[in-house]
């Protein structure tokens, strides 16, 4: 555990000095790998060689022994560093980075044995990466805190999250329900997850969290202090009160505090900068959970990758942290109608205005990762790059703010880009101003190289570098003069790390300078095969003339470098704020670019309860098409209306049959994009569009064996639909496609016929439900607000031609055999599919509609409140367990214990 209490450590007798220190170290960071200085590379040793070597795949070597063992070895060159530090963290590993904090030289000062003092300079961790290098520059690396909130009687427990993304200082606290932890960590998608002992041991939140692919890492209890938090986030920030970020709660503070407290402990005391933190209160989001997020292939398509997702079909923006904004943490689909229209108005004046839109586009387009930068430069890990950043994007900034005033002047600008004109416009220019004039064109990626301060700058400065050059001008004459003193024409003055400067000649004209008079100036250094050596007094005092201007210059420059980045983290919150305005400017110039490429529309969107889409388009498979030139996309109209609307003007469920490959999960699942990318503020692909605001997004396919987590298709379809029809509200949007396929076909079709009927009379959202089961369009007829529908086909010599348009009323018949010789099934197969299917018509093997319809009761709204009001043993039981906190294992045990009920009753 990260910062828990340690016992005193003592390294065993007998051992080196050397070894005791590592040890020493190892046993502070017991859980990292220990990144162990020395000289050029980063050592590791023991059981950490091992690991590394084997993670690696570079050599374990051995150095000396311990207790009478080889010690294991293994190392990584410090330039290379990153890319290792990479692979390690990938592979879920943290890593200790311990640096040697004095000069050798020193060290040697207590005595020829001392030991170079040593120190952990930062903890690498998957939620705490800074480096370019490490860093997806596109995307948010989160770092989030859980605490759970204490529980009043009978209340649903509740956790406090709290999320930082480090290299940019980011900060957003919020509060959910235990069952919506595993949708809010798909939206965060931390890369690593802190929660106290107490949340650790609990086997349901560790399963989530691994499910989220983030790493867990435990921390003490104690660093979860609300007060702590509240203190800490004040100082940082400046401010006697947080009142104006937010109403936080006790445990969003407490979550606040474990999250700030573990940045401290793995940036070893320094703190990265802050924004000031943000409050999403969960009941203005729209509500996605983790299966629906998958399933809608929202940020990452079904084969993992960003291509094919929603997230790549739409993001037109230029700038790298643009498209982070994108992704999901800012602008997330939300429920205040208000919020939804501003940014609407944002993408649609951009949209209706293209010269402008190009100008902050191009603009955009190149000015600099800014809130990266910065986040660098906090940590003292910013480069002289880094200060010439947010130079550039500081000019950027007021240019844009120009630009955008400019075009509000004539018309008027919405309200969200008015705010991010005056976010841009308040970058500092003083800053801006210092940073140009010290730094020079050309810059160099670290500090240390020296070079970036201007000539003019600093008149100190100029002087050293003139002495500096000035020394190696003399040198470079030296060569001339030695040349003909000696009368050896071939004389070079050369120089290496070894011997510094030198004169050089070849072996035939070495006697030359060993005997009188010439001996007296050159001094032998060293026999070649061909050439030999010599050392001068004048040239080593040039040398050292030039090694001390060197020097001192570079110090002056670090001092300037110091100095710069004081300044601009002076100006911290101007910053910050113009960093997170040029993202959202990018957005939304993204959004409108989108729109009017493809010609997306602005969806009215506002409180009622309808669905009303004319023409509507899926944005991937629209794209995938019109790539691949496989002809146009047909648009399709749905209407729906839930509960609360007036369920007489469309229905709020549509049943939709028809054959394999008609293209029924396309049109569900664009009818719960065009919601997504409604309610995220951004315009919509269909002709038309008018959403009532959705409060739950639900969207489940018949569900594929998920064995790796050792639960049947079955099994999960069940426990996903649970989920739905225990949390579906009136507001809500759900999408079904061909759920109950898992099991035997009755089974199968009871489950399916009795969940469309509770979310008709209990859930009352608003449902598209597609089925391969015929029987269910019976209850179309049954149910006075569902419907029918149906993907169109020609048939045309015993062959199908899709044609996928949806069209009120039941399918026909199925098509399953036709799609099978489309898939290239064998001919004889066919033949006998054919054959069986007739026979089963005739003998009527398949349960009558009709039948189904009498013998299944409906679940009557009134019905199911009296059941309620009083529930049998079995409801009972079954209102006691969580399907969400429960293992595969204990489910199945628990339907045992059900069963044993039913019987009982009996
Ligand atoms: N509206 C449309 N316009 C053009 N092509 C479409 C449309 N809808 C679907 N398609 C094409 O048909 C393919 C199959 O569609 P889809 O997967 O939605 O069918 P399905 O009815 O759900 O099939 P199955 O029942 O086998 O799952 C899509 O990948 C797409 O190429």
């Not at 069952?179 to 998608?189: H, K, N, S, V």
């Not at 002087?463 to 040349?483: C, F, H, N, P, W």
């Not at 470098?561 to 305005?581: G, H, I, P």
């Not at 199925?814 to 069986?836: C, D, F, M, Q, T």
Request: hydrophobic residues 45%; glycine residues 8%.
């Amino acid at each position: 555990m990260i910062g828990g209490t340690k016992e005193p450590f003592r390294a065993p007798e007998g051992v080196t000095p050397m070894m005791a220190q590592y040890l020493e170290i190892k046993a502070a960071n017991a859980d990292s790998l220990l990144f162990y200085r020395m000289g050029d590379f980063y050592e590791m040793f023991f059981e950490d060689a091992s690991v590394a070597s084997r993670a690696l795949g570079i050599a374990l070597t051995k150095r000396g022994k311990h207790l009478g063992e080889d010690i294991p070895m293994c190392g990584v060159p410090v330039h290379a560093a990153d890319d290792y530090l990479q692979k390690l963290i990938a592979l879920g590993h943290r890593v200790a980075v311990c640096e040697q904090t004095e000069d050798p030289a020193e060290a040697k000062k207590r005595g020829a044995k001392a030991v170079v003092r040593r120190d952990v300079v930062r903890l690498v961790t998957p939620g705490t990466l800074t480096e370019e290098s490490l860093l997806d520059a596109r995307a948010h690396n989160f770092l989030t805190a859980l605490f759970r909130e204490p529980q009043g009687e009978g209340t649903e427990p509740r956790l406090a999250l709290a999320s930082i993304d480090i290299s940019t200082g980011e900060l957003i606290a919020a509060t959910c329900k235990l069952t919506d932890i595993p949708g809010e960590l798909a939206r965060i998608r931390p890369g690593e997850v802190l929660v106290g002992e107490d949340l650790a041991s609990d086997a349901g939140i560790r399963a989530r969290i691994d499910e989220a692919g983030a790493a867990l890492t435990p921390c003490p209890r104690a660093h979860f202090d609300s007060a702590r938090g509240e203190r800490a986030l004040k100082e940082r920030l400046g401010v006697a009160t947080l009142d104006a970020f937010g109403d936080f709660s006790r445990a969003e503070l407490a979550a606040l505090a474990g999250l700030l407290t573990y940045v401290e402990l793995t940036q070893v005391g320094r703190m990265p900068l802050l924004r000031p933190p943000r409050r999403e209160s969960a009941d203005r989001l729209l509500l996605i959970d983790a299966a629906t997020r998958t399933n809608l292939e929202l940020v990452r398509s079904n084969q993992g990758t960003r291509a094919g997702s929603l997230l790549a079909a739409i993001d037109r923006t230029v700038t790298a942290a643009g498209a982070r904004d994108s992704r999901g943490a800012s602008p997330a689909p939300s429920t205040d109608v208000a919020l939804v229209n501003a940014r609407l108005d944002a993408v649609g004046y951009l949209a209706d205005e293209p010269r402008l839109r190009q100008d902050l586009r191009d603009a955009l387009k190149a000015a600099p990762d800014l809130a990266r930068s910065l986040s660098r430069l906090a940590f003292g890990r910013g480069t002289p790059r880094d200060l010439g950043a947010v130079g550039a994007a500081i000019g950027a900034a007021h240019a844009l703010a120009a630009r955008l005033l400019r075009a509000g002047d004539a018309l008027g600008l919405p309200r969200e880009l008015m705010g991010i004109a005056e976010r841009l416009a308040q970058a500092p220019a003083d800053v801006a101003a210092s940073l140009s004039a010290a730094l020079a064109e050309e810059l160099p990626v670290n500090a240390r190289d020296g070079g970036f301060v201007q000539p003019g700058y600093d008149a100190g400065l100029d002087e050293l570098r003139a002495l500096r050059d000035g020394s190696r001008k003399v040198i470079a004459g030296l060569q001339a003069t030695y040349a003909e003193a000696t009368g050896i024409k071939s004389l070079k003055v050369r120089h290496n790390s070894v011997l510094g400067y030198f004169v050089e000649v070849t072996a035939l004209h070495a006697p030359t300078l060993t005997a009188p008079p010439h001996a007296e100036t050159f001094i032998h250094r060293q026999t070649m095969a061909n050439a030999v050596r010599f050392s001068t007094t004048e040239l080593s005092d040039l040398e050292s003339k030039i090694t001390s201007a060197a020097d001192r210059a570079l110090a002056l420059e670090l001092e300037i470098f110091a100095k710069l980045t004081a300044e601009v983290m002076a100006a911290e919150r101007q910053l910050s704020a113009a960093s997170a305005a040029l993202a959202e400017l990018d957005h939304y110039a993204g959004l409108a670019e989108l729109a009017v490429e493809l010609r997306y529309v602005r969806p009215r969107v506002d409180d009622s309860a309808v669905f009303a889409i004319e023409e509507g388009r899926h944005p991937m498979v629209e794209q995938t098409l019109r790539r691949e030139q496989a002809g146009d996309f047909i648009g399709n109209d749905c209407r729906l209306c839930g509960g609360e609307g007036d369920r007489n003007e469309a229905p709020s469920a549509l049943v939709v049959t028809g054959p394999n490959m008609g293209g029924k999960s396309t049109f569900l699942r664009q009818n719960a994009l065009i919601v997504v990318l409604a309610q995220a503020g951004a315009f919509v692909p269909a002709k038309s569009a008018h959403i009532g605001l959705v409060d739950r997004l639900f969207s489940r396919v018949g569900a594929a064996d998920d064995l790796a987590r050792g639960r049947s298709t079955f099994m999960v379809e069940m426990v996903e639909t649970a989920a739905i029809l225990n949390q579906a509200t009136p507001r809500s949007f759900v999408v079904l496609d061909e759920i109950g396929r898992g099991t035997a076909t009755f089974d199968g079709l009871s489950i399916a016929w009795a969940a469309l009927e509770y979310l008709h009379e209990v859930n009352r959202s608003r449902v598209l439900f597609a089925t391969h089961y015929h029987e269910l369009t019976a209850l179309a007829d049954r149910l006075p607000h569902a419907a029918n529908a149906t993907v169109e086909v020609k048939e045309w010599r015993e062959e199908i031609v899709f044609l996928y348009r949806v069209k009120m009323g039941a399918a026909d018949r199925s098509y399953g055999i036709h799609v099978a010789k489309l898939a290239g099934l064998p001919a004889p197969v066919l033949k006998r599919a054919g054959a069986v299917l007739a026979e089963l018509e005739k003998a009527d093997g398949r349960p009558k509609p009709a039948d189904l319809a009498g013998d299944l009761p409906l679940f009557q709204a009134a019905a199911a409140q009296e059941a309620a009001s009083s529930p049998s043993k079995l409801e009972e039981a079954l209102r006691d367990f969580n399907p969400d906190a429960m293992t595969p294992k204990e489910a199945i045990e628990a339907l045992y214990r059900l069963r044993a009920l039913l019987e009982d009753d009996a």
